[in-house]
């Protein structure tokens, strides 16, 4: 028997904790046995490539994007480059205190608070929380190089090359060409983007987002190798360069859409102009004043300030485009549109006489006038329109008013001739505009003047117009001479004037006119198919041609002040709508007279007469269109109608 036969027996318990401990430690060892097995064979291979996808860093290399020119090669966007300081919020350090002294030490370098950046930073995550944030553009070589050689300081900070879209002329033509921007995270949830990444730029508005897909280039990659802290050893793996966008080639002529600019600019009032071909829909020119800069959207960020003030109505909401969207009544140069509805349906024969005695009894004590009280006497068609007789138009809208439904012949013309619709402008954001109806204005007021209506005793239309009756044939008499709840733009009026030149075809305008690859071959023409056709009687044609030729070049004529004398001849019509703010200027011009191939249309808000201001806005662009030298043009005087 050994020394220990006399001690007493181990207690239960403690075997029992011994098995436990000893149990427990076995199951330790094999879920350790487990899962190193797990990594070293299940997953060995994984794990081994990302080890070594961890030396190779890929940087995109961004595409630039196409350039937009004008008919004549001049360029109206092109690209320049920059050097931005970036951060990249996925690489930013996780605490707190290393990231505030990160800011500190940016803020340092490029002239920032680190209030500032971290604002910056939550902007930008709302529009995008995985893209890249800019905090500034341009920033100097000496920041760059100081950046470089401390690289392992600033983690997440980056200095990347950008293309910036540049603007040689300017604000020209800012309206139509739009601005590009950063893809925004709704964008990048659209299957047309879904090839994009955060950073990259697309078309936001305009030219720019139109044709977006043919401007944005492809960005290219180059994979580096990097040593354990993320800098790059010096070594080029692979490199794809990237592949630039496809110029654009606009039907702009960018002299005609700086007379026009420069012409209502010089004026000091809201307005719109368009130029445009009557057979192909080709767009020489197309503006709104005032306008804006459009490289205040080429920085990283515009500032809500800035943004508030541009759509201000104090300012004259220069972002606002009243060539496509501003609606208005249209005055007088809506006379043409009477003329064939009532020689259509049979209301006006082609050479009845009417006597216009200077007043037009609507009854119920209403009497209607001429402007400046003129009386012309017994006048025809022609003569009617070169003297813009309103008596002669509101005995054409009271013969054809129809109190119920669409309308009458007025109505259906207008819209066959393509009012109160968009005109299908490759650029898109226009609006529809409104031709009055007696459905519309009759619905309108059985409606609102329910006892569930929230406009009180007042009526309320669309648009926020209010009215308190019903239709009534003032309403027909009105539109007549487009007054009343017209509401009609100039590319609008543009298209309907040059279906009455080309003798019926409603072309659909467009500014797009060739698309291009960086070496200048073109890859696809752009030339849409009319939109519609109408017949116009060749005789109603003519006459009211001709009524419009007298109105511009003939003594007597509404704008001959203006154009008498002109060396081209050309048809013309004023108009002057009468509209809450003041009187609406209009002109629409058709030329050469005797082959018509452009029209011009010019608007201006509280411009007063046709002739005395939209009028020779009109001139300017014609000057240009049609290659006058105005200082060998003889001017007349005359003390004929205006309007």
């Not at 028997?1 to 036969?5: A, L, S, Y």
């Not at 509404?558 to 002040?561: I, L, Q």
């Not at 003889?634 to 309007?643: H, K, L, M, T």
């Given at each position: 028997?050994?020394?220990?036969?006399r001690?007493?027996?181990?207690?239960s318990q403690f075997?029992?904790?011994?098995?436990?401990?000893?149990g427990?430690?076995?199951l330790?060892?094999a879920?350790?046995f487990?899962?190193?097995w797990?990594?070293?064979v299940?997953?060995g291979?994984?794990?081994?490539?990302?080890?070594?996808?961890?030396?190779?860093?890929e940087f995109?290399?961004q595409?630039?994007r196409?350039e937009?020119?004008d008919?004549?090669?001049?360029?109206?966007?092109d690209?320049?480059?920059?050097?931005?300081?970036?951060?990249k919020?996925t690489d930013?350090?996780q605490?707190?205190?290393r990231?505030?002294?990160l800011f500190?030490?940016?803020g340092d370098?490029?002239?920032?608070r680190?209030?500032q950046?971290?604002?910056?930073?939550?902007a930008?995550?709302?529009?995008?929380?995985?893209c890249p944030?800019?905090?500034?553009r341009?920033?100097p070589?000496?920041t760059?190089?100081?950046?470089r050689?401390?690289?392992?300081?600033f983690?997440g900070?980056?200095?990347?090359?950008v293309?910036?879209?540049?603007?040689p002329?300017?604000?020209?033509a800012?309206?139509l060409?739009g601005?590009?921007g950063?893809?925004d995270s709704?964008?990048?949830?659209d299957?047309?983007?879904e090839?994009?990444?955060?950073g990259?730029q697309?078309?936001?508005?305009?030219?720019?987002?139109a044709?977006?897909?043919?401007l944005?280039?492809?960005?290219?990659e180059?994979?580096v190798?990097v040593?354990a802290?993320?800098q790059p050893?010096?070594g080029?793996?692979?490199?794809?360069e990237p592949?630039?966008?496809?110029?654009l080639?606009?039907?702009i002529?960018d002299?005609?859409?700086?007379a026009g600019e420069?012409?209502i600019?010089?004026?000091?009032?809201p307005?719109?102009?368009?130029?445009?071909?009557?057979?192909?829909?080709?767009?020489?020119g197309?503006?709104s004043?005032p306008?804006?800069?459009?490289?205040?959207?080429?920085?990283?960020?515009?500032s809500?300030?800035?943004?508030?003030?541009l759509n201000?109505?104090?300012n004259?909401?220069?972002?606002?485009?009243?060539?496509?969207?501003?609606?208005?009544?249209?005055?007088?140069?809506?006379?043409p549109i009477?003329?064939?509805?009532?020689?259509?349906s049979?209301?006006?024969?082609?050479?009845?006489?009417?006597?216009?005695t200077?007043?037009?009894?609507?009854?119920?004590?209403?009497?209607l006038?001429?402007a400046?009280?003129?009386?012309?006497g017994p006048?025809?068609l022609?003569?009617?329109?070169?003297v813009?007789?309103d008596?002669?138009f509101?005995?054409?809208?009271?013969?054809?008013?129809?109190d119920?439904?669409d309308?009458?012949?007025?109505?259906?013309w207008?819209?066959?001739l393509?009012l109160?619709?968009?005109?299908?402008?490759d650029?898109?954001g226009?609006g529809t505009?409104?031709?009055?109806?007696?459905?519309q204005?009759?619905?309108?007021?059985?409606?609102?003047?329910?006892?569930?209506?929230?406009?009180?005793?007042?009526?309320?239309l669309?648009?926020?117009?209010v009215t308190?009756?019903?239709w009534?044939?003032?309403?027909?008499v009105?539109?007549a001479?487009?007054?009343g709840d017209?509401?009609?733009d100039?590319l609008?009026m543009?298209?309907?004037?040059a279906?009455i030149?080309?003798?019926?075809?409603v072309?659909r305008p467009?500014v797009?006119?060739r698309?291009t690859?960086p070496q200048?071959?073109?890859?696809?023409?752009?030339?849409?198919?009319?939109r519609d056709?109408?017949?116009?009687?060749?005789?109603?044609?003519?006459?009211?041609l001709?009524?419009?030729?007298?109105?511009?070049?003939?003594?007597?004529g509404?704008?001959?002040?203006v154009?008498?004398?002109?060396p081209v001849?050309i048809a013309?019509?004023?108009?002057?709508?009468?509209t809450?703010?003041?009187?609406q200027?209009w002109?629409m011009?058709?030329?050469?007279y005797d082959?018509?191939?452009y029209?011009?249309?010019?608007t201006?808000?509280?411009?007063?007469?046709?002739a005395?201001t939209?009028?020779?806005?009109?001139?300017l662009?014609?000057?240009q269109?049609?290659?006058?030298d105005?200082?060998?043009v003889?001017?007349?005087?005359?003390?004929?109608?205006?309007?």
């Open positions: 028997m050994g020394p220990d036969w001690r007493p027996p181990q207690p075997a029992f904790r011994a098995a436990v401990l000893g427990v430690g076995l330790a060892f879920i350790i487990l899962r190193l797990y990594l070293q299940l997953s291979d994984e794990y081994v490539a990302k080890a070594q996808n961890n030396q190779v860093r995109t290399v595409a630039p196409g937009v020119v008919r004549h090669g001049e360029v109206l966007v690209n320049r480059t920059a050097l931005e300081l970036q951060v919020t930013l350090p605490s707190k205190v990231r505030q002294r500190e030490r940016v370098v490029a002239h920032l680190p209030a950046i971290r604002n910056k930073i939550r930008e995550e709302k529009e995008c929380a995985a944030v800019v905090l500034r341009d920033v070589y000496d760059v190089y100081y950046l050689e401390n690289q392992s300081r983690p900070i980056t200095v990347e090359r293309y910036v879209r540049h603007y002329q300017g604000s020209l800012a309206h060409l601005y590009a950063e893809v709704t964008q990048l949830d299957p047309q983007y090839a994009l990444q955060p990259d697309v078309g936001k508005d305009g030219v720019e987002a044709y977006d897909s043919l944005r280039g492809t960005n290219g180059s994979k190798q040593d802290a993320g050893t010096g080029q793996l692979s490199s794809r592949r630039t966008g496809n110029d080639v606009l039907t002529d002299a005609v859409q700086r420069q012409g600019a010089s004026i000091g009032l307005g719109g102009f368009v130029a445009m071909n009557i057979h192909n829909g080709q767009l020489y197309l503006g004043s306008s804006y800069d459009p490289s205040l959207f080429a920085k990283p960020r515009i809500p300030a800035t943004y508030k003030a201000s109505k104090a004259g909401a220069p972002l606002f485009d009243r060539a496509t969207n501003g609606f208005y009544p249209t005055g007088s140069t809506f006379k009477t003329a064939l509805a009532a020689l259509d049979g209301k006006l024969g082609l050479n009845e006489i009417i006597n216009d200077g007043d037009f009894d609507l009854g119920d004590g209403q009497v006038h001429n400046g009280d003129a009386v012309n006048i025809d022609r003569q009617a329109l070169k813009s007789s008596i002669f509101y005995t054409l809208g009271a013969r054809t008013n129809v119920s439904g309308g009458g012949p007025i109505q259906q207008s819209r066959a393509g109160g619709e968009p005109t299908g402008l650029v898109a226009e505009g409104r031709v009055p109806t007696p459905q204005r009759n619905s309108a007021f059985k409606a609102n003047t329910s006892p569930d209506s929230a406009c009180g005793e007042e009526v309320c669309e648009k926020g117009e308190d009756r019903a009534s044939l003032g309403d027909n009105n539109l001479v487009g007054q017209l509401q009609a100039p609008q543009a298209v309907v004037y279906a030149a080309n003798g019926g075809d072309v467009h797009g006119m698309v690859d200048g071959r073109t890859i696809q023409e752009i030339d849409p198919a009319v056709h109408v017949d116009i009687d060749p005789a109603a044609q003519r006459t009211i001709d009524g419009l030729h007298g109105a511009a070049m003939e003594p007597g509404t704008s001959y002040p154009f008498g004398g002109y001849d013309g019509k004023t108009g002057t709508a009468e809450a703010q003041g009187d200027s002109y011009a058709v030329a050469p082959n018509p191939k029209v011009v249309a010019v201006v808000e509280r411009g007063g007469f046709g005395d939209a009028a020779p806005v009109a001139r662009i014609l000057d269109l049609l290659q006058v105005e200082s060998k003889e001017q007349v005087s005359s003390d004929g109608p205006v309007e």
